[in-house]
């Protein structure tokens, strides 16, 4: 699967229901962002079983301040329509490769279990 252009009234559903979304803000007149944009391609090709998607912080100005998108390019993951990684700059292919891969491998059910946990431990 390649990228998808996404719209402040598309991503609510595409993060809750995928399994693993990232989401690349951009914009076109950014040169990092121009640098990226292959790379991101690149990587959604070789995992269809993960949605790549982009948002144009130009065409998407509320989506990009309700995101709290402060530096382009941003890139976010979400698991289980949770945010696990959020962070501004252009990833190398390898360091983006690696990224997908962890976030493969993390379970997002045994963090929520912990988190849950603490909470309830800390209202004690």
């Known amino acids: ?13 595409i993060v809750n ?5 990232l989401v ?15 790379t991101f391609k690149a990587a959604s090709e070789q995992h269809p079983d ?3 998607a982009k948002v144009d912080t130009e ?3 509320a989506l990009a301040a309700a995101a709290d998108i402060r530096s382009i390019p941003t890139l ?7 945010l696990v990684f959020n962070q501004a700059g252009a990833l190398p292919p390898a360091a983006l490769e690696d990224l ?8 997002i059910d045994a963090a929520m279990k912990e988190q849950a946990a603490q909470g309830d431990a800390e209202q004690m």
């Open 100 to 107: 997908v891969q962890k976030i493969k491998e993390f379970d």
């Open 1 to 13: 699967m390649s990228t998808q252009d996404i719209t402040a009234d598309q991503f609510n559903d």
């Open 76 to 82: 976010m993951a979400f698991k289980k329509g949770k």
């Open 24 to 38: 690349d803000f951009w914009a076109s007149w950014c040169g990092p962002c121009r640098a990226f944009a292959p």
């Open 17 to 21: 229901g995928n399994e693993i979304v």
């Open 50 to 52: 993960v949605v790549f």
């Open 59 to 61: 065409a998407e100005q």
